[in-house]
């Protein structure tokens, strides 16, 4: 029964966009019963899915913080450059 | 009021001081945006000429922080507008970013996944991952490859939270280039953070 459906649903390959799209816009009732019997039967693209939505996250929780997470510093010669470009404004 | 309580109300900006207190923060909030440190430095002196220009209309009023990081914003986009101007069409940017490769091309099984590009499990959670400043390293590392208005595309979505019409006005691209974009990013992102970050499945690779 699986395999039956398997092969007549919209494949991984089309299922990744429409996972990519479901984050971006609403889909259709017809897409959304798609996605749902493929994710379904494969778990890979469920997989996918989860690793997509765990991206956004991960990514939206930096997003949230002050970059603690490294040390980056503005370089000392930049550092140096600004200031007189703004001294020379001022 | 006095003539000392008067020189306070009118607070005279202090550029030196803006470089000392946030340079370090805007520097790293363009340079995770724009991924390119020389570009990061103009834009981060860019908004503080402008803010020097315009602190007649801030002159102290809430956080100079959060000004400076709105100004910063509008050079940022600025910055992509040019970028967007100037690129190819968007239709072929990152067409080798499709990764065919990754889904059976014949047979009965033909746009399934092909076994060896399949994901695996992660086992990982955002908290865990957000706070290891080798994960962001290599996740630098993965944006790299992409082309610019892609990988912009992805960040101004993932971490700037702008809305699609938003990125499409300052990448000049329309909503299906940047879904196709943001299809084609998240597809490569994915593939390099398992191989490099999460070494799946051990021995595979």
């Not at chain 1, 429409?18 to 379904?40: A, D, G, K």
């Not at chain 1, 997509?52 to 510093?73: I, S, W």
């Not at chain 2, 069409?89 to 996944?113: I, L, N, S, V």
Request: charged content about 30%.
């Amino acid at each position: 029964m699986r395999y039956f459906l398997l092969r007549r649903l919209p494949a991984c390959k089309q299922m990744t966009v429409l996972m990519s799209e479901s984050m971006e816009r609403p889909l259709t009732l017809r897409e959304r019963v798609q996605l749902r019997l493929h994710l379904w039967i494969c778990i890979w693209c469920v997989w996918y899915l989860e690793q997509l939505q765990l991206l956004r996250a991960t990514l939206r929780e930096r997003a949230a913080e002050d970059d603690g997470a490294t040390a980056t510093t503005l370089p000392p010669e930049a550092r140096e450059r600004i200031k007189r470009a703004l001294k020379s404004e001022s | 009021m006095s003539q000392e309580q008067r020189a306070r109300e009118t607070p005279t900006p202090d550029p030196a001081a803006w470089v000392d207190e946030h340079g370090d923060y805007l520097y790293r909030y363009a340079l995770f945006r724009l991924r390119d440190a020389s570009r990061a430095e103009d834009v981060v002196q860019e908004t503080l000429l402008a803010a020097l220009q315009a602190y007649a209309n801030f002159a102290g009023r809430g956080s100079e922080r959060t000004w400076l990081v709105g100004i910063l914003k509008h050079k940022i986009a600025d910055h992509f507008r040019r970028l967007g101007r100037e690129a190819q069409a968007p239709q072929r940017e990152g067409e080798e970013f499709a990764h065919e490769e990754f889904f059976t091309a014949e047979g009965q099984w033909t746009d399934h996944w092909e076994t060896e590009y399949a994901p695996s499990d992660w086992h990982a959670s955002p908290a865990a991952l957000v706070e290891q400043g080798e994960f962001w390293q290599v996740f630098q590392d993965c944006l790299r490859p992409l082309p610019a208005r892609t990988a912009s595309a992805f960040l101004l979505r993932e971490v700037d939270g702008l809305t699609s019409e938003e990125i499409c006005e300052v990448l000049s691209i329309t909503v299906n280039n940047l879904w196709v974009m943001l299809h084609r990013a998240r597809l490569h992102l994915r593939r390099c953070l398992e191989l490099n970050w999460f070494k799946l499945p051990e021995g595979k690779h």
